[in-house]
């Protein structure tokens, strides 16, 4: 396991953050290192050294890292602190299997609730997949238009919720894997507009179904032995 070293996190001088949220700016340049690999998955991240890197107190530092904690970018552990988390996919599959029991019953609402600004953003996310050409960009437009249905629903608690469920870096990384099946992403954007089409119809039911059909997709692609080339990441 491997320790920070300020060397990883600032190769050249020191400058203070400044302007907005002090936190704000720590979680974004720590998050960064994450997600670069800078900072390997098991590092431990000293505090001491990140504030001193970036100019801040540890106090600030701590703050952030308990936000990219929640994130689930960040472990910690009580009496040795904060350390990149390892994503494995026993992680992955948990998340998914939640998302599976959650996004059905979003779709449902979503259908009584969306208005046309709502299918309109849906429609965008489907666009800006079919045109995509980088894992990345894929990804974001997929991950778009499941945050467009949470969204339409009205209700917060359920963008929070899938936020918390749907790692946008974690899910980069498994789609770019998923990505060497010729025909995944166009299975996706197929799934998408079929769901968009039970919205535009106003079956709840019909869209509860075509969402939960396409979770559980990709949950049986990341479980064991398992080489189904459908559903999102």
Same mark, same amino acid.
């Given at each position: 396991?491997?320790?920070?070293r300020?060397?990883?996190v600032d190769?050249?001088?020191?400058q203070?953050?400044?302007?907005?949220s002090?936190?704000?700016?720590?979680?974004?340049e720590?998050?960064?290192?994450?997600? $670069?690999? /800078?900072l390997?998955?098991g590092?431990?991240?000293?505090q001491?050294?990140l504030?001193?890197?970036l100019?801040?107190?540890?106090?600030?530092v701590?703050?952030?890292l308990r936000r990219l904690?929640?994130?689930?970018?960040?472990?910690?552990?009580v009496?040795?602190?904060?350390f990149?988390?390892e994503?494995?996919?026993?992680d992955?599959?948990?998340?998914?299997e939640?998302?599976?029991a959650?996004?059905?019953?979003?779709?449902?609402?979503a259908a /009584?609730?969306?208005?046309?600004?709502?299918?309109e953003l849906?429609?965008?996310?489907? +666009?800006?997949?079919?045109?995509a050409?980088?894992?990345?960009?894929?990804?974001d437009?997929s991950?778009?238009f499941?945050?467009a249905?949470?969204?339409?629903?009205?209700?917060? +608690?359920? /963008?929070?919720?899938l936020?918390?469920?749907?790692?946008?870096?974690v899910?980069r990384? =498994?789609?770019?894997?998923?990505?060497?099946?010729e025909?995944?992403?166009?299975?996706?954007?197929?799934?998408?507009e079929?769901? =968009? $089409?039970?919205?535009? $119809?106003?079956?709840?039911d019909? +869209?509860?179904?075509?969402?939960?059909?396409?979770?559980e997709?990709a949950?049986?692609?990341?479980?064991?032995?398992?080489s189904?080339?459908?559903?999102d990441?």
């Amino acid at each position: 396991m491997s320790t920070l070293r300020q060397a990883d996190v600032d190769p050249h001088p020191a400058q203070p953050l400044r302007v907005r949220s002090v936190v704000g700016l720590a979680y974004d340049e720590i998050r960064s290192l994450i997600v $670069a690999g /800078t900072l390997e998955p098991g590092s431990r991240l000293a505090q001491g050294v990140l504030a001193d890197s970036l100019g801040i107190s540890r106090g600030s530092v701590r703050e952030a890292l308990r936000r990219l904690a929640g994130d689930g970018l960040v472990d910690f552990e009580v009496n040795r602190g904060f350390f990149v988390a390892e994503s494995g996919l026993d992680d992955v599959r948990q998340r998914l299997e939640a998302r599976l029991a959650l996004e059905p019953e979003i779709a449902r609402l979503a259908a /009584t609730r969306c208005n046309d600004d709502d299918l309109e953003l849906m429609r965008e996310s489907i +666009a800006a997949e079919s045109a995509a050409t980088t894992s990345d960009e894929v990804h974001d437009a997929s991950r778009a238009f499941h945050f467009a249905v949470a969204g339409a629903t009205r209700n917060n +608690a359920f /963008t929070k919720l899938l936020e918390g469920l749907w790692i946008a870096d974690v899910g980069r990384q =498994l789609l770019a894997q998923r990505r060497r099946s010729e025909q995944w992403q166009n299975h996706d954007v197929e799934e998408h507009e079929a769901i =968009l $089409a039970a919205f535009e $119809a106003g079956d709840a039911d019909r +869209a509860a179904e075509l969402m939960r059909e396409h979770v559980e997709s990709a949950f049986r692609h990341w479980s064991p032995g398992s080489s189904a080339p459908r559903g999102d990441a």
